[in-house]
Each structure stands twice: as structure tokens, then as C-alpha cells.
Nanobody
Framework: QVQLVESGGGLVQPGGSLRLSCAAS????????MSWVRQAPGKGPEWVST????????RYADSVKGRFTISRDNAKNIVYLQMNSLKPEDTALYYC????????????????WGRGTQVTVSS
């Protein structure tokens, strides 16, 4: 069965860094685009970033561009999200998701999600 397990979340101060990991299993990982999506309490999901199958093409939401970097290791079936210069508004539950259908910026459709890892940015 398809499984996505996020890890690496935690409490960090503004300006700090954090690296999230998503371990994938149960499917041909290197045949799928992968994304990170976040959701703050009481708000809807917000697309963060997407990476293509081979890790050669990446896309980012304007809110994180220049600060976050998505990458993947197909040999290990892991997707990463390196987050630098973190801001309080980055506080959210971060989900790893498999892209079922590729759309325009922020409009991809997802068929599988992890349970999420909490990122809290506060001083």
C-alpha cells in the first residue's frame, strides 16, 4: 500500500532553519511528482512546492520562494524540504503528497497524503 511518512518538524525561532523529510513506500516513487502542502489551524491547505520525477524541475509558492528548497533522493524514496529564514507565518502542519495530476502553479491534484509534521516558528 502507498505510504508517506513525514518527519523533521519542530519548534524553531524566526530566521532559523529546518529540514523536513518524507519517506515513501508502496509505489514506484521515481514515476511520480511529489509536493509539499501546508495547513495552518483553521485555514485551508496551501501548496508549498513541487518536484518532478527526476528532481530536475522544481516549483515554489511565492511565499516561500528563495527560502525553501525541495529535493528528492529516488534511491532512498525520500522527498526533502529544506526551510531557511523561517517566519512565524510558516507555522503549519506540513504534508507530503503524491501528485496524481499536474496542473498549473498551486493547482496540482493529489491522491495520497502523509499524516503531516508540525512546524512551529516562534520566539
Amino acid at each position: 500500500q502507498v505510504q508517506l511518512v513525514e518527519s523533521g518538524g519542530g519548534l524553531v525561532q524566526p530566521g532559523g532553519s529546518l529540514r523536513l523529510s518524507c519517506a515513501a513506500s508502496g509505489f514506484g516513487f521515481n514515476s511520480w511528482y511529489m509536493s509539499w502542502v501546508r495547513q495552518a489551524p483553521g485555514k485551508g491547505p496551501e501548496w508549498v512546492s513541487t518536484i518532478d520525477t527526476g528532481g530536475r524541475s522544481t516549483r515554489y509558492a511565492d511565499s516561500v520562494k528563495g527560502r525553501f528548497t525541495i529535493s528528492r533522493d529516488n534511491a532512498k524514496n525520500i522527498v526533502y524540504l529544506q526551510m531557511n529564514s523561517l517566519k512565524p507565518e510558516d507555522t503549519a502542519l506540513y504534508y507530503c503528497a503524491r501528485v496524481e495530476r499536474v496542473g498549473s502553479h498551486g493547482n496540482d491534484e493529489y491522491d495520497y497524503w502523509g499524516r503531516g509534521t508540525q512546524v512551529t516558528v516562534s520566539s
